[in-house]
């Protein structure tokens, strides 16, 4: 009996080892992950300023920075494997559906359609994601290193009560002003017949991605305002699970 208390003892033993070093390797990881992504935007708010600021203009300002937001907005599909992997304990669906909303926006709405880069709700949702992802990644790093600032907290539960609708604003007039070029040219869609014997009709799917925030901008912003209540006020939120 003794030998076999002994075994599970050292059994248990090696997989709380093997616990602490995934937990280590996340938290690093996540670290790493939440620093890259704080310092990505910065760099490109820096961009941003210094080309409105030598050029006077807002015209070709989205062009000079377009490569450098590509690249960490796709990164963000990280995200979605973190949560999913259980690294990160948030709803996949949640993330997903912000994470890939943005990802649509720039390649497939304002980079696809060069004619609308210089709409000013493109600068209005690109200042919004901005300042909202220096914030967050700020938030998640200090957290993650136990010295979080409070205005950092406070900013990053509060700036989104403007910044949220403002970004739904930008997105969507952006989204409108890219629907005549859209018919006009008739990409990314499908006429009858094909070999594939499909019809699509892209411009008509944007006019439906547009009507999708009705139900669910509201949805998604009830939700940080229960986090909200939750970290700045200690309330204990009972969620529904998704």
């Known amino acids: 009996m003794a030998s076999s208390e002994d075994d599970g003892t050292v059994e248990e033993k090696e ?6 070093t995934k937990s280590a390797l996340a938290t690093a990881w996540l670290t790493f992950y939440n620093i890259a992504m704080t310092a990505g935007w910065l760099v490109l708010a820096i961009a941003m300023m210094r080309f409105y600021i030598q050029k006077g203009t807002t015209k070709g300002l989205y ?30 669906i949640v993330t997903g559906v912000q994470v890939c909303s943005r990802i649509f926006m720039v390649w497939f709405v304002t980079n696809s359609i060069r004619q609308i880069q210089s709409e000013e709700s493109v600068i209005l949702f690109l200042v919004v994601w901005t ?19 409070y205005f950092i907290k ?22 409108y002003a890219a629907l005549p070029f859209v018919r006009r040219s008739g990409m990314y869609s499908m006429r009858l017949p094909n070999k594939y014997n499909v019809s699509f009709d892209y411009y008509y799917c944007l006019i439906i991605l547009m009507l999708s925030y009705i ?28």
């Open 15 to 20: 997989n709380n080892n093997k616990r602490r």
């Open 63 to 92: 062009r000079s920075i377009a490569r450098t937001l590509k690249f960490f907005q796709t990164f963000a599909l990280a995200e979605v494997v973190h949560c999913a992997i259980g690294i990160v304990r948030t709803s996949v």
């Open 131 to 149: 300042i909202t992802e220096i914030t967050r990644y700020s938030y998640y790093t200090f957290n993650l290193l136990h010295h979080l600032p």
């Open 154 to 175: 406070w900013a990053r539960y509060n700036l989104f009560i403007v910044l949220y609708p403002l970004g739904v604003i930008g997105e969507l007039m952006t989204i």
């Open 215 to 242: 139900p669910l901008f509201p949805q998604l912003f009830f939700h940080m305002l229960r986090q909200r209540r939750r970290v700045l006020h200690g309330e204990v939120i009972v969620e529904k699970d998704d």
